[in-house]
């Protein structure tokens, strides 16, 4: 099979394609799945790019979807020929007990899905949602997850509350489909007039330009007669996170995700006191969430938003457009 290795000490001129033997027959309780997709997430991207940030010889990438080919003793959840989608955590199947390192995530810990056919336990993978193509479930695993946890698992979404996205990068994106189906309102902020042109068609009741409106937690308090908004999905990090605080409701909640804007930071603490803010930090979620999110995504009548495709080959080419930050939604690799 074909599959893509990052070479020590890692960078995008490191990714390598390779032959490598076929996935072995599934054994108890494994399912052997033939990938047909992946996307690329800012996890990824960091991990192919730091120095030596995964072992030599890893094969990248977190997400993957494709078609069960053959399934091990005792799985009865699925058979060849289901269409399934892998989870971040395959070691988190439910519950509070949550993962603090990457140390199984595939993509970075272990090797993950650049690579044509894998046999994993089948508690790995969950069902795609019906109806989709194999690169639209491959976006769910990451970015689709992790904006349903901060919508829904921790932040509690209700009908007619205010949310606020953040760009116009995968999870932002979800995060907008998602809090439109459910009755909310969607606030979202880019720098890019073409981009706020796309968020408004897909339903944003406001656009902030960012870089027209620097302050734009207040720009937020304005548009909603003060009250400010009801969950907040922060992925800037650092650089943003002061605005998301003054932009968010009393009582609100803070779903802090993204680093794009660093590691570490100043917090404007007496203000985030004063409103009682919940800041939750959250990184993707767990396999039960995820059956909970595929069921509810069958009932929406949207679909991922997909900027690009590339082959597997093409892989260090999709992180280079991925690095121009010029994307509007998710980029695919389909093979």
Same mark, same amino acid.
């Given at each position: 099979?074909?599959?893509?290795?990052?070479?020590?000490?890692? &960078?995008?001129?490191? *990714?390598?394609? %390779?032959?490598?033997?076929?996935?072995?027959? =599934?054994?108890? &309780?494994?399912?052997?799945?033939?990938?047909?997709?992946?996307?690329?997430?800012?996890?990824? *991207?960091?991990?192919?790019?730091?120095?030596?940030?995964?072992?030599?010889?890893?094969?990248?990438?977190?997400?993957?979807?494709?078609?069960? #080919?053959?399934?091990?003793? @005792?799985?009865?959840?699925?058979?060849?020929?289901?269409?399934?989608?892998?989870?971040?955590?395959?070691?988190?199947? /439910?519950?509070?007990? +949550?993962?603090?390192?990457?140390?199984? +995530?595939?993509?970075? @810990?272990?090797?993950?899905?650049?690579?044509?056919?894998?046999? *994993?336990?089948?508690?790995?993978?969950?069902?795609?949602?019906?109806?989709?193509?194999?690169?639209?479930?491959?976006? *769910?695993?990451?970015?689709?997850?992790?904006?349903?946890?901060?919508?829904?698992?921790?932040?509690?979404?209700?009908? @007619?509350?205010?949310?606020?996205?953040?760009?116009?990068?995968?999870?932002?994106?979800?995060?907008?489909?998602?809090?439109?189906?459910?009755?909310?309102?969607?606030?979202? %902020?880019?720098?890019?007039?073409?981009?706020?042109?796309? $968020?408004?068609?897909?339903?944003?009741?406001?656009?902030?330009?960012?870089?027209?409106?620097? !302050?734009?937690?207040?720009?937020?308090?304005?548009?909603?007669?003060?009250?400010?908004?009801?969950?907040?999905?922060?992925?800037?990090? =650092?650089?943003?996170?002061?605005? /998301?605080?003054?932009?968010?409701?009393?009582?609100?909640?803070?779903?802090?995700?993204?680093?794009? #804007?660093?590691?570490?930071?100043?917090?404007? #603490?007496?203000?985030?006191?004063?409103?009682?803010?919940?800041?939750?930090?959250?990184? +993707?979620?767990?396999?039960?969430?995820?059956?909970?999110?595929?069921?509810? $995504? !069958?009932?929406?009548?949207?679909?991922?938003?997909?900027?690009?495709?590339?082959?597997?080959?093409?892989?260090?080419?999709?992180?280079?457009?991925?690095?121009?930050?010029?994307?509007?939604?998710?980029?695919?690799?389909?093979?």
């Amino acid at each position: 099979m074909q599959a893509i290795q990052l070479q020590a000490p890692g &960078g995008l001129d490191h *990714l390598h394609l %390779t032959t490598l033997p076929s996935a072995a027959a =599934p054994q108890a &309780g494994e399912i052997q799945v033939r990938i047909h997709a992946s996307s690329l997430n800012y996890h990824d *991207l960091l991990v192919v790019t730091r120095p030596n940030a995964a072992a030599d010889g890893r094969i990248p990438m977190a997400d993957g979807a494709g078609v069960v #080919t053959a399934v091990g003793a @005792g799985v009865s959840e699925f058979a060849e020929g289901d269409r399934v989608v892998s989870t971040f955590f395959p070691q988190w199947l /439910s519950g509070r007990q +949550v993962p603090s390192d990457f140390h199984l +995530v595939p993509g970075d @810990g272990c090797d993950g899905f650049a690579r044509e056919m894998v046999t *994993l336990p089948a508690t790995a993978f969950t069902h795609a949602p019906k109806g989709y193509s194999h690169a639209e479930a491959a976006t *769910l695993t990451t970015a689709g997850l992790t904006a349903w946890r901060a919508l829904v698992v921790d932040g509690r979404l209700q009908a @007619g509350q205010t949310v606020l996205v953040l760009g116009t990068g995968g999870v932002s994106i979800f995060a907008l489909q998602m809090a439109k189906s459910m009755g909310a309102r969607v606030i979202a %902020t880019t720098s890019s007039a073409d981009k706020a042109r796309r $968020l408004q068609a897909m339903g944003a009741d406001l656009v902030i330009n960012y870089a027209q409106t620097p !302050e734009w937690g207040n720009a937020v308090l304005a548009a909603t007669d003060g009250r400010g908004a009801d969950i907040v999905v922060e992925v800037g990090g =650092p650089g943003t996170l002061p605005q /998301s605080i003054r932009a968010c409701a009393v009582g609100g909640h803070i779903a802090l995700i993204g680093v794009l #804007t660093g590691f570490a930071g100043s917090v404007p #603490t007496a203000e985030m006191m004063s409103k009682q803010i919940s800041l939750k930090g959250l990184i +993707v979620g767990s396999r039960e969430q995820q059956q909970d999110m595929v069921r509810a $995504l !069958e009932q929406f009548h949207w679909k991922p938003v997909i900027d690009s495709r590339y082959t597997l080959p093409e892989l260090a080419q999709a992180f280079r457009h991925q690095q121009s930050a010029q994307h509007f939604g998710k980029i695919c690799l389909e093979f």
